[in-house]
């Protein structure tokens, strides 16, 4: 299958479905310019919008009559469907949110997974548009104009969603050898106009990055800018002390925190694809290893042991490599500083995203100072 591009010159952002704590600033119109319309409704105007479309995109499958409810609102309004035929889940991506080219990869990646590996991992629905298959479909809603709205439909994962506090040992060994089957069996060579974003040094930090901080309201101090800029060399040099083959780079989930993951009769299954790239396969271990740092102080020794295990079990990765895990997570925890300045001017954010961002500005500098990033900062 290839991959059609359409002209969509805006920059991508990871996606979540946790309501109004994602990637909150202002939708963006094809120009990169704001709406100022949309961004002046309020939330339930929003709401309501985003439910009527849903009504009339899911016609589009030809799934029959079905009930919508809301799984989400952030990035994207993310519904489950309840049709005939079963149960989806629809995602509705707003404006300026992620470029069709992404998107279509993203999808193209799922639908390999699914068809060629025993992953667990959301299954894009295809449909029939100008009597070809494709994997999303696009609107133009008069009240959005001229902007586009992206829209895809997975098969629905029955399973259960567990909070950090609540994961065992053996769930998350379980989530390591997942992450290795991914790293090892679910790479493909990608088809042609494949187009997905880079987490290196420079895809996580660079002015392209998706934690971008070019349009935040706020700026960070000297002293934080200087702590930033420390750990980004730091997070450099732990990059380049690894090989970009085939055995330590690939296609990663970017974003593998704990409410995306379901556990599904004794298997994990991973959701939310959206920050999926081009990446080191250790960084894919860091977002739930960060998390775990931050809620689960006492017996992070042991988990992070148990999530090494279950993914050497599956790589056979050399020991010597999990010392570089650290400074992955360092470099999650600077990740996490750009987006609260990226973020900042949401009024979930405006009061506490100050606070926070010294909170873990001075765990980075602990970082800088004994190698080890501990954590107690809040994570949302």
Not at 71 to 83: D, H, I, R
Not at 181 to 190: A, D, I, S, V
Not at 275 to 281: I, N, S
């Amino acid at each position: 299958m290839s991959l059609r591009q359409l002209d969509s010159p805006v920059r991508d952002a990871p996606g979540c479905l946790v309501v109004l704590l994602n990637n909150l600033s202002d939708p963006l119109s094809a120009h990169g310019e704001r709406m100022p319309g949309f961004v002046n409704w309020t939330l339930d105007e929003q709401k309501r919008f985003w439910f009527g479309l849903a009504r009339d995109v899911i016609e589009l499958w030809g799934l029959g009559a079905s009930r919508l409810s809301w799984l989400g609102y952030s990035s994207n309004a993310v519904f489950k469907v309840t049709a005939p035929r079963g149960i989806y889940v629809l995602r509705l991506h707003l404006p300026g949110r992620v470029r069709a080219a992404y998107l279509e990869s993203e999808l193209a990646w799922l639908q390999y997974l699914r068809m060629n590996t025993d992953l667990l991992a959301p299954a894009p629905v295809p449909l029939q548009e100008d009597g070809a298959e494709v994997l999303f479909t696009s609107l133009k809603p008069a009240e959005l104009a001229p902007d586009v709205v992206l829209c895809s439909l997975f098969e629905y994962i029955d399973g259960e969603s567990q909070s950090a506090q609540d994961l065992t040992a053996a769930d998350v060994r379980a989530v390591g050898a997942y992450l290795g089957t991914l790293h090892r069996e679910g790479q493909f060579e990608p088809p042609d106009g494949f187009m997905r974003p880079s987490m290196d040094w420079e895809g996580l930090f660079g002015d392209e990055s998706p934690y971008s901080v070019r349009d935040s309201i706020i700026r960070p101090t000297t002293e934080q800018a200087d702590t930033f800029e420390q750990v980004e060399d730091r997070v450099r040099s732990a990059m380049a002390a690894i090989d970009r083959g085939p055995d330590s780079f690939g296609l990663i989930h970017g974003d593998l925190l704990a409410k995306n993951i379901l556990g599904c009769d004794g298997q994990p299954a991973a959701l939310d694809f959206e920050y999926c790239g081009w990446g080191y396969f250790l960084y894919d271990l860091a977002p739930l290893l960060w998390q775990l740092k931050g809620e689960r102080p006492n017996d992070y020794g042991t988990l992070e042991a148990a999530m090494w295990a279950g993914y050497t079990s599956k790589t056979g990765l050399d020991e010597r490599m999990r010392a570089h895990l650290e400074g992955f997570i360092a470099a999650r925890q600077l990740a996490s500083c750009r987006w609260l300045l990226a973020n900042a001017g949401h009024p979930a954010l405006r009061e506490i995203a100050p606070k926070l961002l010294e909170d873990r500005t001075s765990e980075l500098r602990d970082f800088l100072k004994n190698g080890v990033l501990n954590r107690t900062s809040l994570t949302l």
